[in-house]
Each structure stands twice: as structure tokens, then as C-alpha cells.
């Protein structure tokens, strides 16, 4: 149920719901998913969760080549197992949101659980002036949106990409629903244990951050799967490092970065990723809680290995 003694901490290093204006410390360009990937890794992290954008823009791509322009150099410096976005950006067909994992082929791919709301419009009126002209209308958009994720839809990547390639997954699941419906494809036997369940907290349309809510998640969890899976926290903006610590503290890996949350603490921009993998790190030693390195983490989550990867 959980990572054991090691805890596995995933870095997101830029997803794909911030945009450029909110932070200067965004990474945008291949080097700079580069650099932080680099950076989280050397702080900690065993996992790096990836996603790509347009250099120019900042705006979400799932152009292949600028993943494999980043892919094979955070490889050559560091050991950590790279997790590619199948969620992609918004807006983004599933065709487009597989391109890089067929690319790619990758040791861990995330696999979100459900179609959902995804609303983000909330956020753009506390910016007066933006970067891009893509990014208000982004963001504005969400409210009229749904992030589809079909039966049909999870299952295809489930057969295209986790059976083509031997590709494991990191499930994220924003509600109870969700879980449910990974227990579905478990008992369908198209999944095979240990699974790696992404409980995500505190993003609208999706379950909430009380710690009540992370409690009946990890309940559900344990009912649904037993000792088949390994439970992580997600947790989006100020709640990150709360309910990452809490988990924690139950036996729950934890992720961290940008992607989930542009602050450090409160008011306080993070400068980079590294630095949030450094201070859940510093929180997980005072609770005596030991860090996993990537190679524990491949053999917790059962992963193929960086070799047999396309990159």
C-alpha cells in the first residue's frame, strides 16, 4: 500500500496548467525542462514527471521533438525514471497527447482515470498583463471545457502504450470515481500489480484538499486495492506541501514541482524546482523518513529499466 521505509518523491517540473506569466521561474525552453529536470533529480527526486512547450510561447505542445530534446540529455545526467504527460495539454487530441510517449516509449507514462472538469478560468482575473496572448483565453477556456478521458480513450493508451512497450503507469486519479474505475480495468486483468495510484487534492472539478478528502481517498484506495498498489500525493497551490506531508507521514510517496504548485511557501515564489524537492526532502528527514533513489523506485514500481527505453 505504500513505498515501504523509502519514499518516492516525483518531480513535475512544468505540466501544463501554468503559464509564463505567473512565474519567471517557469521552465519553457528544452534547456530549461533540462536544467530543473537536472536540478530535482540531484535534490531528490527519483522521478521526473514531463510535459513540453513551445519555446516561444510557453504553451503546451505535444510536439515529440522537443521531448527528445530534452529526454536524452536529462538521461545522460542523471538516473532518475522519466514520466511522460498522456495527459498532454488542454485541447489536445489523444492522438496528439500519445505522440511522445510512442516516441519515447518510456519506463512510466501518467494515465488520468476519468473525463472531468478542469476549470482554471478562476485564476486568470489576477493577472491584469500577460507574456502571450495564448494565455488568458487558455485559461478562460477551461470553464467551457472537459478533459476527456473515455473508457475507450484509457484503454487505448493502456494497450498502445503500456502493453506495446512494457510502459508501467503512474494513475492519477482527481476523485473516487476514479479509482473505481481503475479497479475496472484491474479486474479485467489489462493491468497488472504493483499499481502506482496519484491521488490529486485541491484542483477545481475535482475532489477537494481537506485532509477528510485525502483520508477517504486512501481509504478507497486500500477497500479497492490492498497491497497491490503504492499510494502517492498530489496535492495543487498551497496545499502542496500540507497534505504531501501528511500522506507522508501515513506511508504515502509524495510529488512535488511546478507543475502542481509555483510557490515555495506562502507569497513565496519557488525559484526553481529543485527547490521544492529540497524542502519536501528536509521535511521527510525530520520525520525520519527516508528518500528512495530512482533504481529503489524502479524496483518498488517494477519499471522496465532506463535501457529499455526509446531515447
Known amino acids: 500500500m505504500s513505498g515501504g521505509k523509502k519514499v518516492i518523491i516525483t518531480c513535475a517540473v512544468t505540466g501544463s496548467i501554468h503559464t509564463p506569466t505567473m512565474s519567471p521561474y517557469l521552465p519553457i525552453t528544452p534547456n530549461e525542462i533540462v536544467e530543473a529536470s537536472v536540478g530535482a533529480a540531484e535534490a531528490g527526486a527519483s522521478i521526473i514527471h514531463l510535459h513540453a512547450r513551445d519555446p516561444e510561447t510557453g504553451k503546451p505542445s505535444p510536439d515529440p521533438r522537443l521531448f527528445m530534446d530534452f529526454l536524452p540529455r536529462i538521461k545522460q545526467q542523471t538516473d532518475a525514471v522519466m514520466n511522460i504527460s498522456t495527459g498532454g495539454g488542454l485541447k489536445m487530441s489523444l492522438e496528439e497527447r500519445l505522440e511522445a510517449a510512442h516516441a519515447a516509449r518510456p519506463e512510466l507514462c501518467s494515465l488520468n482515470m476519468g473525463s472531468m472538469n478542469f476549470v482554471l478560468s478562476h485564476v486568470a482575473p489576477k493577472y491584469s498583463e500577460w507574456k502571450h496572448e495564448w494565455?488568458?483565453?487558455?485559461?478562460?477556456?477551461?470553464?467551457?471545457?472537459?478533459?476527456?478521458?473515455?473508457?475507450?480513450?484509457?484503454?487505448?493508451?493502456?494497450?498502445?502504450?503500456?502493453?506495446?512497450?512494457?510502459?508501467?503507469?503512474?494513475f492519477e486519479c482527481y476523485d473516487v470515481s476514479h479509482l473505481y474505475a481503475l479497479a475496472h480495468f484491474l479486474d479485467r486483468k489489462l493491468l497488472?500489480?504493483?499499481?502506482?495510484?496519484?491521488?490529486?487534492?485541491?484542483l477545481l472539478g475535482g475532489i477537494g484538499a481537506d485532509p477528510e478528502d485525502m483520508m477517504h481517498m486512501r481509504r478507497t484506495a486500500d477497500r479497492l486495492f490492498g497491497n497491490d498498489y503504492l499510494w502517492s500525493i498530489l496535492a495543487a497551490g498551497k496545499h502542496q506541501m500540507g497534505l504531501c506531508t501528511m500522506g507522508a507521514v501515513m506511508g504515502g510517496n509524495v510529488r512535488v514541482g511546478l507543475e502542481d504548485s509555483l510557490y515555495l511557501g506562502k507569497g513565496q515564489l519557488a525559484k526553481s524546482n529543485a527547490e521544492q524537492v529540497a524542502k519536501i526532502r528536509r521535511i521527510l528527514g525530520e520525520l525520519s523518513l527516508e528518500v528512495a533513489t530512482p533504481d529503489e523506485a524502479r524496483k518498488l514500481l517494477k519499471l522496465k529499466g532506463g535501457d529499455e527505453v526509446a531515447f
Open 135 to 170: 494565455e488568458k483565453p487558455y485559461l478562460e477556456g477551461t470553464k467551457q471545457g472537459i478533459v476527456s478521458n473515455t473508457f475507450e480513450q484509457i484503454e487505448r493508451i493502456i494497450v498502445e502504450v503500456g502493453q506495446a512497450y512494457g510502459t508501467r503507469f503512474e
Open 192 to 202: 497488472t500489480p504493483p499499481l502506482f495510484v496519484q491521488t490529486i487534492f485541491g
